[in-house]
């Protein structure tokens, strides 16, 4: 699988909401909220700042 469709897919992922409670109140795309994927070794795979990802 490459990155870019994982990245594609888990930024898809944290925009939904459950039709039960409504409206997303936060978002991974908001300033305040950081949202990562990290891999069992630790390393950073998917963040919003490119810097702090570990692939090149």
């Known amino acids: 699988m490459k990155l870019e469709f994982l990245q594609r897919k888990f930024w898809a992922a944290t925009r939904q ?27 950073i795979l998917i963040s919003k700042r490119s810097q702090e990802s570990d692939h090149v």
Do not use: H, K, R, Y
Request: glycine fraction near 8%; hydrophobic fraction near 20%.
């Open 17 to 43: 909401c459950s039709t039960v409670d409504g409206p997303c109140t936060q978002s991974c795309e908001d300033s305040d909220l950081n949202c990562f994927v990290i891999d069992n070794n630790g390393f």
